[in-house]
């Protein structure tokens, strides 16, 4: 059961500057376009539309999420939450700076309450007592329920892209990954940790399991994470700069940077190969990069150079 909160099938679109500069031959690389969909763009709005069905299905009045101060996760779960006529109150980790207001602006745009610090259960025990139904929805959605929401991303590839040897995402809370990998085989997928948990592999392993899949031979790089969850890499740099300057694609430091550079290392290490047809999956956060110190530093060179 889904409740609709978006245009589906997401578009596969074509990346031949992008996959030469690379390394890879032009027809080899797609990019799925998780970014193009409603509430402000990306993967979170799969698992949503399944967790809002469950919530409403329950009764609830409002919901509670959590994350850090920049969550794409927070944002959409806000946006959804408008669009559904219930409450929303984001429960954030970390130390908000409105200089970088991203995803923060939106969520206040969108009227869910923002709280820093507390916990959840605190959160929840106060709406219960103020008559409130709250239902709450887990670190990034990574629920059983939410990682259903990327079998059906695996359906529409394997409509769109039947002969992809390689699909390349993300690894937060592991709900994308294990959605794609339950749906597609472990041998398909290959995900990029970004520092987001400490233990990727056995939550995206647990997430497969209970959709009835496989996790045996997981292919996990966790070498892009850096000095950790949202810290801008080299590599990260080096792959937003490309995608963007190659085919206009807009990515940001703490996801979708680190999963192209995922993608730019496993060509270099020859784990991908030219002739080898590669889906990277473009799993959405534009609104993040607004939110990160690296969007100040990129107007600062645009305007010395001016
Ligand atoms: C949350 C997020 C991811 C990671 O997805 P998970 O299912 O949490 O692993 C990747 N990219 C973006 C932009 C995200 O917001």
Redesign the pocket.
Known sequence: MTVPLSRWPTPLDPAPRLARAIGLHPADLWVKRD?LTDLGG???IR?LEHLFAEAEGAGATVLVTEGGVQ???AR?TAAAAARRGLGCVLVLSGDPDPRHPGNLALEGLFGARVVVGPAVDDVVAQLREAGERPSVIP????SVT??RG?LTCAAELAEQAPDAVHVV???????????LVAGLGAARVL?VH?G?VPD?EAR?AALVAALGGSAAGLRLRTDQVGDGYGALTTAAEHAIRTAAATEGLVL?P???GK?LAGLVAAVQEGAVRPGERTVWLH???LP?LFGHPFAEQVAREVLDRS
């Open positions: 970014d990306g993967n979170k698992k969550s794409n996760h959409m670190l990034g959605g990574s939410g990682a990327y995402t993300a690894v937060g809370s592991g709900g994308t990954m294990a959605g995900g970004t987001a990727p995206v940001e703490t996801y979708t999963a799993t959405g956060g993040g």
